[in-house]
């Protein structure tokens, strides 16, 4: 009977540890069930019940440290409360119909290590108190119409490890500060409005295993400091207005590389000379816009 009673205490402590969020973190959510029609989600919540019953709501030491609403149905913008989840450790809403703009207060999030909005329908610029996420490891933004340009601020999240925002709309140049994120092992830009040369700061990168910025508007030479990159696995920079000679003596030091997609730019150089130096090379792309010869596939026999 004795341990019964206990057992019966154990439980009804769990619950009340559970169910003890504050009342600015359960607003908080609370805001974003309303803001995003929460009614119409295809797991909603029951708002009389207890936050720790709530879908895809996970909390610990009564503390909301994660949100996942992935594949629900959330339409409508994210509001400025989100940025009351101070706790949260992940925030993942991807493949919804999230409109509007990121808001600014999601630089509130101090301990966010995942934030992931990807394949919904943001507008809006990237604001720049993103660069205050200083624990942040994976920022997925991709399949958005994000435009403008990438903030300066973003050279401030030391601790990403992968940066994924291709198919929106970014504009401008790659900002230098890029080479501040001295632990990105990967970064996938493509299918944006992006210019500019890509900065001589990108050598700093030394654990940058993917390299993805194919289909904008770079130009200008292929910076020789990727050869630095020597962890690289992939560098897909097609469909861009490069042009010159290729820099095979320092591409030559890729000896990771296994992917190097450099078609339908305007290069010149010796192909076959850098596919045979490089040991891991599995596809080899470097068909200029005015050239009839077929891309290559490296030989790997």
Known sequence: MKTLKITLVLCLVTTLTFANVSVKEKDALLSIYNATDGKNWIHTWDVDATVDTWYGVKIKDDK????DLSFNNLNGQLPEAIGDLIHLRYLVLFKNNI???IPHRIGDLKQLKTLNIAFNKLEGELPSSIGQLSTLSRLELFMNRIHGTLPAAIGDLTN???????NNDLSGNLP???GN???LKEIYLSSNRLSGIIPNSIKNLSKLEKLSL????FFGAVPSSLGDLVNLQELILSNNLFYGDVPTEHLANLSNLKILLLNNNDLKGDFASLQQALPQIIQFEYKNLNDTKNSALADTD
């Open 99 to 101: 409109t509007g703009a």
């Open 160 to 166: 990403l490890r992968k940066l994924e925002m291709y």
């Open 64 to 67: 909301v440290i994660g949100l």
């Open 181 to 183: 994120l001295t632990n």
């Open 214 to 217: 194919f289909d904008n508007k």
């Open 176 to 178: 230098i500060e890029i």
